[in-house]
């Protein structure tokens, strides 16, 4: 069954056009990745996903799970199961990580009517996601974001991912600033949370990535539009060729 | 809409204010104006002896000697107050004080508890002595019993007044003079009511004390007054917390507090602050106008401040400290909320006059809506006051671009061997922030919390536990957008 269905998707960005047609079917159980060289809109067509201000959807449709997903505030969104792991996550001085992790966990329990979280099982269930990931248990008690290493941010968007159990997560470009070992816990944390509920749809500037997130399809985007897709072998073709060719294309 | 346009449009749109409900207990009113009788009626209301009538009679001639002198260095902005358009004295209509809660107006418990002060759970759960003043008279006193036994002083003045002149003429005005601004002297003519502490030489108060306020008579001015002594040796928590009904009109507060701190005594006097602070077009609200200052007297003494101002229309306010003995210690820990049409002009001074004495101050002001933030504050070190220390931290915090927030410190230093060190610093919420919490499934609500409860943790973890919970809530409530 189709978790989320983009249609002919237009966004302008100030007046200027970004995506130019994006359709794009995404299947509960099914990984898929977005490839394309930078500035091609993979950032955008997150943003538009998540609800983020500033995009101007001026065509097409995106629905999730049968809604209207672009007539949802942002929080209303995530609080259905769309998650987005930013490429630039945001810093929050002065709020700790555990504060905002709560806050987020009982954003989340609250939409599923069950009571807040007790301050011990949220210990337990944190210390053990951070334990998966490779993450010390000192850094939750540090101000969000701040002061974090690239490596740091990106598995704080992994643990956060792994605490609200999203239905459908947009990764952009969570591979990027990681180390090989790095690369490897936070594929484990994702692998770990596929399952036949739940896609996600992978962003990705290497093909790298995809040999510990093994995608069931792979889109070339390039010009703001899907210019090819195909199996996971497609990565491997990219690897080798370049996006030149599809640079001609757009 | 960007998303911060869109909080700026939502805190904008706080409706009913939360606490906004009157009580419609009659009032023992004195006639509207202010005059030698109505102090006079006043003092035989509360069945003062001739001193304290003098007194106050000194205090109101003397003020109006100020009469063109209202303070106006502050950047605040209000009509000129007519004091004669007001009423100094209202009492519920209680005749004679309850022994026990069980004899107190019903109705008024049941304020209480729309408040969250559940007087009986709290006298059973909290172990807090609550000094309840209702309308400028006490209405319950709980744990006297107890702090008694201890040799605990906490009463309401007016009762100290007759229990125990020789500390009250000793104290009152010791730290802050009748004459010291228009206000005091104002305040010192008609107080009718606040609490008198007085903790032991070496006793270490067991209980937190705390005094709930409450405004309820149309009109009515409070001017309460409250002294602390802390003997040799002591320690006390004292915790000054309020909310208040909605009105339409602009209601003048004008409180004195005094604390004094002898010989290795400690005082920590903590408030939350939450008066009506006006509708969104910034029509009513209250006009807190309070001079609080404590003088750290003895040896090592120390006096810290902690106060979270989220109400009022307009805020004037510098809890001070008098540093007088030598390692004396004086702190100030600041939260103060404005938004809409508030106003807020608040700081501390630390004055140095002792040798090695310490001071840190710790601001933060958040502004939303179409408000204005002050900061400011002043430390003075004296010639004498070798190896002082001040350290000094004003954060600001922007919510929307129609807001201000200032920052004003006046340092003085007359010593060579001193040193003072100040950092400031101004953000905003910025709109990825929002975004980014929002996209964790938080409204935007939340995330303003949040992020704000963040900004002010260093001071909301100095109040004592019970109060912080009270205070976060406080601190998210008082940016809500419509009521939650
Ligand atoms: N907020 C913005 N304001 C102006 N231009 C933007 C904004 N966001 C994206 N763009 C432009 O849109 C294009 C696509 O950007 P982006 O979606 O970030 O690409 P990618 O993620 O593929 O590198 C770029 O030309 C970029 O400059
Ligand atoms: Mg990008």
Redesign the pocket.
């Known amino acids: 069954m189709a978790l989320i269905e983009i249609k002919n998707l237009h966004v302008s960005?100030?007046g200027?056009d970004?995506l130019k047609g994006i359709s794009l079917t995404i299947n509960a159980g099914e990984v898929h990745a977005i490839m394309?060289?930078?500035?091609?809109?993979?950032?955008?067509?997150?943003?538009v996903i998540a609800g983020r201000e500033?995009?101007e959807v001026t065509q097409g449709s995106v629905s999730f799970d049968g809604q209207d997903l672009l007539a949802m505030p942002p929080d209303a969104r995530a609080r259905a199961g769309v998650f987005l792991a930013f490429?630039y996550p945001v810093e929050i001085p002065g709020v700790s990580t555990s504060a905002f992790l709560k806050t987020a966990i009982n954003a989340k329990r609250r939409t599923e009517g069950k009571p807040e979280i007790d301050a011990m099982e949220f210990l337990k269930l944190v210390k053990a996601k951070n334990k998966a990931l490779g993450i010390p248990d000192d850094m939750i008690k540090r101000p969000l974001n701040v002061g974090f290493s690239g490596g740091e941010k990106k598995r704080a968007e992994v643990l956060q991912m792994t605490l609200l159990e999203p239905r459908f997560a947009v990764l952009?470009?969570t591979d990027s600033g990681l180390d090989i070992d790095a690369l490897k816990i936070v594929s484990d944390g994702v692998n770990a949370l596929r399952g036949p509920t739940r896609a996600f749809l992978v962003?990705t500037h290497y093909q790298r990535l995809l040999n510990y997130i093994v995608p069931d399809y792979v889109h070339v985007?390039a010009g703001?539009r899907i210019v090819k897709s195909g199996g996971k072998e497609l990565a491997y073709e990219l690897e080798a060729e370049g996006y030149t060719k599809y640079l001609a294309a757009a | 809409m960007a998303a911060t346009a869109k909080t700026v449009e939502t805190v904008r749109d706080v409706e009913a204010y939360k606490y906004g409900f009157v009580t419609d207990i009659e009032s023992d009113l004195a006639p509207k104006g202010l005059s030698e009788e109505i102090v006079r009626f006043i003092s035989a209301k509360k069945n003062e002896p001739k001193w304290m009538l003098e007194w106050r009679l000194k205090a109101y001639r003397y003020w109006l000697t100020l009469a063109d002198e209202e303070p106006t260095w502050a950047k605040l902005h209000f009509p000129k107050i007519d004091y004669q358009d007001s009423y100094y004295y209202a009492a519920p209509k209680q005749k004679v004080g309850p022994k026990s809660l069980d004899e107190v107006d019903p109705q008024l418990l049941e304020t209480y508890k729309k408040l969250g002060i559940p007087l009986l759970e709290q006298q059973i759960l909290s172990g807090v002595a609550v000094d309840a003043v209702f309308d400028s008279v006490s209405v319950a006193t709980t744990y006297k019993k107890k702090l008694n036994e201890l040799g605990v002083i906490f009463c309401p003045i007016s009762e100290a007044v007759q229990k125990h002149p020789e500390l009250v003429q000793k104290y009152l005005c010791s730290v802050v003079p009748v004459g010291d601004n228009f206000y005091v002297a104002l305040n010192s003519a008609v107080f009718t009511d606040g609490s008198f502490v007085y903790i032991p030489k070496g006793l270490r108060c067991p209980m937190e004390l705390s005094t709930y306020f409450r405004i309820n008579e149309k009109n009515t001015g409070q001017f309460e007054r409250t002294l602390i002594i802390a003997d040799e040796g002591s320690y006390v928590s004292y915790l000054e917390g309020c909310t208040a009904p909605q009105r339409d009109e602009n209601q003048l507060h004008a409180a004195v507090v005094e604390l004094i701190a002898l010989d290795n005594a400690e005082i920590k006097y903590s408030t939350v602050q939450n008066w009506y602070p006006g509708d969104k077009d910034g029509k009513g609200g209250i006009y807190n106008f309070v001079t609080k200052r404590g003088a750290c007297r003895g040896k090592n003494s120390k006096i810290m401040w902690t106060q979270v101002e989220t109400g009022s229309a307009i805020t004037w306010k510098y809890p001070s400290c008098i540093l007088q003995g030598d390692g004396s210690v004086g702190e100030f820990y600041s939260v103060a909320i404005t938004n809409n049409h508030q106003q807020a002009d608040t700081g501390t001074k630390m004055i140095h006059i002792g040798k090695n004495t310490r001071s840190k101050i710790i601001s933060k002001g958040i502004s939303a809506g179409k408000s204005s933030n002050t900061y400011r504050g002043l430390v003075r070190i004296q010639g004498k006051a070798d190896g002082a220390r001040n350290y000094t931290k004003c954060d600001s915090l922007l919510i929307g671009s129609t807001c201000g927030a200032h920052t004003v410190p006046y340092i003085e230093n007359r010593s060579p061997t001193a040193q003072t060190e100040h950092e400031a610093t101004t953000s905003k919420i910025g709109e990825d922030q929002l975004f980014y919490c929002m996209q964790r499934g938080m409204t935007q609500e939340e995330a303003v919390s949040l992020i704000v409860n963040g900004f002010c943790k260093e001071v909301l973890q100095t109040l004592p536990m019970e109060f912080a919970v009270e205070a976060q809530k406080l601190v998210g409530v008082s940016l809500e957008g419509g009521v939650g």
């Open positions: 960005v100030q200027k970004i394309g060289p930078n500035g091609t809109g993979k950032s955008t067509l997150s943003n500033g995009y490429q952009d470009e962003i985007m703001g």
